[in-house]
């Protein structure tokens, strides 16, 4: 529902009725609704690591198609009929304040990500691997937005191309 919905306007009430919960029973488990919604974080962000790491796995032993295989899996979830846009965005945007324990998990998210395109941009023999480990988590997040605006598996694709271009320039400036 938080996803479907969103952070702020699914009220512990409507999740009550909708999981057939009593509250003391939700508040034996959570002792908030932003821990309620930190467990979700967590789990998802879980959930979305897994499915990445398998996804670079199954590209096989170049590290290139490894990194593109991120892209790749972006559009897969594009493409599913549940996918509403990134969680950790909408998190990021519902809990502004960077001090803020919601804020602080999804942000903790977008770090692990940027910490696995950092693995496989050197893999990949970047030159500055984290510039383009950078590059790529915004390319991947503007793909997230739009692909959410419109609908389209598109933006994955888009996002492929630009990240085999950033690749192809970086081992380039390598070997210079």
Request: hydrophobic fraction near 45%; charged fraction near 25%; aromatic fraction near 6%.
């Amino acid at each position: 529902m938080f996803y479907r919905d969103g952070y702020r306007t699914v009220g512990i009430d409507t999740l009550l009725t909708e999981a057939d919960l009593a509250k003391m029973t939700l508040y034996n488990h959570f002792s908030s609704k932003d821990d309620l919604i930190i467990a979700v974080i967590k789990k998802r962000s879980e959930e979305v690591l897994a499915g990445l790491a398998e996804a670079v796995k199954k590209a096989g032993r170049s590290p290139e198609s490894r990194l593109l295989a991120v892209f790749d899996w972006l559009k897969i979830l594009f493409a599913r009929a549940d996918f509403n846009g990134c969680a950790f965005i909408r998190a990021l945007s519902e809990f502004p304040e960077p001090t803020h324990r919601v804020h602080q998990a999804a942000w903790s998210h977008k770090q692990s990500v940027r910490k696995m395109l950092l693995r496989l941009a050197s893999e990949a023999g970047a030159k500055d691997a984290a510039a383009l480990a950078d590059s790529l988590r915004l390319l991947i997040d503007g793909a997230l937005v739009a692909a959410h605006a419109t609908g389209s598996t598109k933006p994955a694709r888009v996002a492929r191309g630009a990240a085999a271009t950033l690749l192809k320039q970086s081992r380039r400036a390598a070997k210079n």
